[in-house]
């Protein structure tokens, strides 16, 4: 499978015919890798979450509560990683390796510089953020220490992220899909040695996942550098000079995605303020059945990561038609996949909660709006992968635009209004109106066609 995945993504390069047969192929092949190292997040995500929630409502709330904050410099990491590897995957798809390994070095540089910034801030302001959410005494204490430890290993999550991506941006999903199915192995060792063999808790649980995402981090820094075949940078000579050229091109696709991360989890914050007020069970709720959704959407991110790289690819190389067929593909993709399993999210909705917390409330309250946000899956699939297709012709200012202006008129602006009537039920129906509004947009804008005009003008 490796090697006719190999040589179809060769032809994408030299402009050879695909057929539509060998198209699907192909998106297959990089798709199921990357939804492979998805779910084996999710499981990481789940096997954190059933540990620490067993431990009772109040631990899984404090990790919850902060949780929100932890996607926001997420965000900004993320936004940093695809102005870097999406010149790589350009440069991979016009056959210039020499242009890909310079943007990686400079990339490397870059994501070094500011995820040591970042982990600063995070540790800085992880005392008083419990309060600033709206956390109760009970949790603000596990809530900032779990926030302190985790900001901590920002470097080592980015390193991560920058290398598995550019690994990505060469056609490889399988590195980093091994990779990642190996943090979660290490992730469950550490967390039972640390919350439960040596007592520590919610303090373990940050102190477990930080040491697994370092170990993988830095295999995935060696592979990268050693085993790459596109991009390795052995036998070259190493410089620190940032390219003028490569930096100004990266803030024009980071620039868009940092700023929709920032609204954008600015208004998941927004979302727990609205929540804690509903008290423990709800806050725990509303963190466990997040993660219970995860088994239902994380495989329409490792579809999305296949499209960055297939449409990145085909940009490169000059193949626009070979880009838009790309793109409807893995869109369609995504959907079909994201239906079958937002059905089986309605059907074990109590089942995927019990794993997560033993408190019969808890389970309950989970359940119910997990059912509701099964309605919105096919929608939320469209704009993950959508998104995908767009930062891959390096197209990110109106996608961004559609994200946070759903999220926040769509979502939060009702949820202030219905929240405090129906409870977190009121809440997740907005989050599921938000997701359908946000699907359209995104099938609207593919179907437009002007996310290529901008890479091509």
Excluded at 33 to 43: E, G, K, N, T, Y
Excluded at 65 to 73: I, P
Excluded at 125 to 135: I, R, T, Y
Excluded at 342 to 353: C, E, G, N, R, V
Aim: hydrophobic share 50%; proline share 3%; aromatic share 10%.
């Amino acid at each position: 499978m490796s090697g006719s995945r190999d040589i179809l993504l060769k032809r994408i390069r030299s402009g050879g015919t695909l057929s539509l047969g060998e198209q699907f192929r192909l998106a297959l092949s990089l798709s199921y890798p990357a939804m492979l190292a998805q779910l084996s997040s999710v499981m990481m995500q789940y096997i954190d979450t059933s540990m620490v929630g067993h431990l009772g409502a109040s631990a899984g709330a404090a990790i919850g509560l902060v949780s929100t904050c932890l996607w926001l410099m997420g965000g900004f990491c993320m936004a940093v990683t695809s102005g870097f590897s999406v010149q790589v995957a350009h440069a991979i798809g016009a056959d210039d390796l020499s242009r890909a390994r310079d943007v990686l070095r400079q990339g490397l540089i870059c994501a070094l510089g500011f995820s040591g910034i970042v982990a600063l801030l995070g540790i800085a302001v992880s005392g008083a953020l419990p309060h600033w959410l709206g956390g109760g005494e009970d949790i603000a204490a596990d809530a900032s220490e779990y926030f302190r430890i985790m900001s901590l290993f920002i470097p080592a999550m980015l390193l991560d992220w920058i290398c598995a991506a550019m690994l990505q941006a060469s056609g490889n999903m399988k590195v980093p899909s091994i990779l990642s199915i190996g943090m979660c192995v290490l992730d469950v060792g550490f967390n039972y040695l640390f919350i439960y063999r040596m007592g520590m808790g919610v303090k373990g649980a940050a102190i477990g996942s930080g040491l697994a995402e370092l170990i993988t981090g830095l295999a995935m820094f060696s592979f990268l550098v050693f085993g790459s075949k596109e991009l390795r940078l052995t036998g070259e000579k190493w410089h620190f000079h940032l390219s003028r050229k490569t930096l100004s091109k990266a803030a024009g696709i980071s620039g868009p995605m940092a700023l929709q991360n920032l609204l954008m989890r600015g208004g998941y914050i927004a979302a727990t303020v609205i929540v804690a007020p509903l008290g423990t069970i709800a806050i725990a709720a509303n963190s466990f059945a997040i993660t219970a959704e995860s088994f239902c959407y994380m495989p329409g991110y490792g579809i999305s990561d296949a499209a960055t790289t297939l449409v990145g690819q085909s940009v490169g190389a000059g193949r626009a038609p070979l880009a838009r067929r790309f793109a409807w593909i893995t869109t369609s993709l995504g959907m079909g996949i994201m239906g079958i399993l937002a059905l089986a999210m309605f059907i074990f909705a109590p089942q995927l909660m019990g794993l997560l917390s033993p408190d019969r409330e808890v389970i309950d309250l989970g359940a119910s709006v997990l059912r509701i946000e099964a309605f919105a899956e096919i929608g939320y699939a469209a704009s993950i992968v959508g998104y995908g297709v767009c930062v891959g012709a390096g197209d990110t200012r109106w996608p961004s635009i559609f994200n946070f202006g759903s999220m926040w008129i769509v979502r939060l602006l009702p949820a202030i209004f219905l929240t405090p009537v129906l409870g977190l039920k009121g809440f997740w129906i907005c989050m599921a109106a938000d997701l359908v509004v946000r699907g359209i947009l995104f099938v609207t804008r593919l179907r437009g066609g002007r996310w290529l005009k901008i890479q091509q003008g």
